[in-house]
């Protein structure tokens, strides 16, 4: 595993847990009659572009242009199919997938100046609700109604395997970045982690009802749920744990989404409003949506983090800028001089620091804010041998109070 991004020191101080008015980019609507729901919504990989999917009769898959707000494309599905319950673009852009109602999945080609629809896979089932892609976009992922989760090999999608996961209907699935896990959520309030091949590795309980949708964050470590219970879950993926459960919503949770960086969780409700988490610390950050603005069916972050795309039953495709909301205060000047070298690092880490700058405490944190390592404070050269590949961060104390904290990656050899 490595990772070549370097972020930049970040001090988490007291976060804002009331409501924060979101700007709204542009707006369209998902289908060409207005009142048609807009079931799911999914930005490309490089941030360019815009699926939304329709309720029907007839259902529209629509792209759009993320900058400007144009529609570009326009695909009636016709009097065959129903409505699209979700929409997904490959890893590189060059698929389109779009979950018919009716148990059909629509594959796209999108390496043309207009997607072209290259296969329609029957699943065999009465329903069908998401979809997702491999990162290496060899397989998809269908999950349907009589407990199936089925994988298909691409292109042509023949079946590679098909899984009993769930007691009821498979509301959600996911893959992890690294393509190593698939993830399930059921009307049997289970989550469910598999291996990319379909063999099961942790089935979790906690939902006390249907779980909607589930998400791997960036570094793969932790999986977010969200269920009809009004709930957010966190889970440890390496042992299955529960880490956190955010109450976030009264009424049912459509869709969660974890922000690009891995700091951020948006949950969108049938409340009519989305909500944005501090991953690490569960606290609300801001809550959004327009007053009497319909369900809010689906959420997701764009890649850059500055934006967040919803879907809604009123019909429309709203893009909010969310640029102003962070999941932790940015203060790169609380500690000057401070740096953590190498970074990505595979043995040690060698803290900078101005002479005469007095430390209390010294501690290597995970993402959750647990401590996993305290380290001698007058000190500035430490092994990290042991510790969990992925984000981690070292949290410095002064005697004055003052805290910072210094995100770093830990990275196989």
């Known amino acids: 595993m490595t990772y070549k991004t370097i972020l930049f020191a970040t001090l988490l101080g007291a976060l804002a847990t009331g409501l924060q008015s979101q700007s709204i980019i542009w707006s369209q609507k998902g289908n060409s009659n207005s009142s048609l729901s807009t079931y799911g919504v999914a930005f490309s990989a490089n941030g360019e572009k815009l699926l939304s999917g329709s309720e029907c009769h007839p259902a529209n898959i629509r792209m759009f242009d993320v900058v400007t707000g144009n529609l570009e494309w326009n695909y009636d599905v016709g009097t ?11 890893s590189n852009g060059s698929l389109i997938a779009s979950v018919e109602e009716l148990g059909n999945i629509l594959i796209f080609d ?18 069908a609700f998401a979809t997702d892609f491999t990162p290496a976009n060899d397989r998809i992922a269908v999950g349907a109604s009589s407990g199936k989760m089925n994988i298909y090999n691409l292109p042509g999608g023949s079946l590679f395997k098909s899984v009993a996961a769930h007691s009821g209907y498979v509301y959600s699935v996911a893959y992890s970045p690294d393509g190593a896990w698939l993830a399930s959520g059921g009307a049997d309030n289970k989550v469910k982690i598999w291996t990319a091949d379909g063999v099961l590795k942790f089935a979790l309980a906690g939902h006390d009802h249907d779980v909607t949708s589930v998400k791997f964050t960036p570094d793969n470590a932790f999986l977010v749920t969200g269920g009809r219970d009004g709930n957010v879950k966190i889970w440890n993926t390496a042992d299955g744990s529960i880490v956190r459960t955010i109450d976030a919503h009264n009424a049912e949770i459509k869709q969660v989404d974890v922000s690009a960086d891995g700091s951020m969780i948006v949950s969108a409700s049938s409340d009519q409003t989305s909500r944005i988490w501090n991953f690490q610390t569960g606290e609300l950050l801001s809550t959004f949506g327009n007053a009497g603005g319909g369900v809010v069916w689906s959420a997701v972050w764009s890649p850059d983090g500055s934006k967040i ?66 380290l001698d404070p007058a000190g500035h050269h430490f092994p990290i041998q042991g510790l969990p590949a992925g984000i981690l961060f070292l949290k410095i104390t002064t005697p004055e109070g003052q805290v910072s904290v210094l995100r770093f990656f830990t990275a196989e050899k």
Not at 80 to 90: A, D, E, H, L
Request: proline share 6%; net charge negative.
């Open 110 to 127: 999108n390496t043309g100046a207009t997607p072209v629809i290259v296969d329609t896979i029957d699943t065999g089932t009465s329903y």
């Open 80 to 90: 065959t199919f129903m409505c699209i319950q979700g929409v997904k673009f490959s």
């Open 309 to 374: 795309a919803t879907g809604t039953s009123l019909g429309d495709v709203i893009l909010w800028d969310v640029a102003g909301v962070s999941g932790a205060n940015e203060h790169p000047d609380a500690l000057p001089g401070v740096e953590i070298f190498p970074n990505p690092a595979t043995d040690f880490i060698h803290l900078k620091r101005p002479a005469g700058l007095q430390l209390e405490r010294l501690e290597i944190c995970d993402g959750i804010g647990k401590v996993l390592r305290r």
